[in-house]
């Protein structure tokens, strides 16, 4: 997404296809990483991140790509996401732990052992539940 500012009036281009841009020289780990941002006028979340993990997540949630840089080899450098709505990223406190009642620890416990019984025995032929 372009944004053109020319005096008080703002622009907003869309980019239908992927742009790319060779890079000579591969980032070090200390050089990658992740920016978000927010425009209020549009509404809009977008992230630029050189750091797979990152925009692999970005792809699962849904967050729509409007942007990849290549190295020269052809691997991926870095990709830029739009959330396409302002409800792409929540800010929660990092120190807050849920508390589960006996109750529903119970119910949890429950239902991971019955997950992991289902995917301990669907490679096997037979039930061996004996």
Known sequence: ??????????????????????????????????????????????????????????????????????????TVCSKTFTSGNSKGISITDPNKTRVLTDEQRAAAAERFKTMWKKTNTEGEGANDDE
Do not use: H
């Open 1 to 74: 997404m372009e944004v053109i500012t020319v005096g008080d009036k703002r622009k907003t281009t869309e980019v239908d296809e992927d742009y790319s841009f060779v890079s000579n020289n591969k980032l070090t780990q200390f050089e990658r990483e992740l920016v978000i941002n927010y425009c209020e006028y549009d509404k809009v979340w977008v992230a630029e991140t050189s750091i797979p993990k990152f925009w692999r997540r970005f792809e699962k949630k849904g967050w729509i790509c409007t942007g990849t840089q290549y190295y020269a080899d052809g």
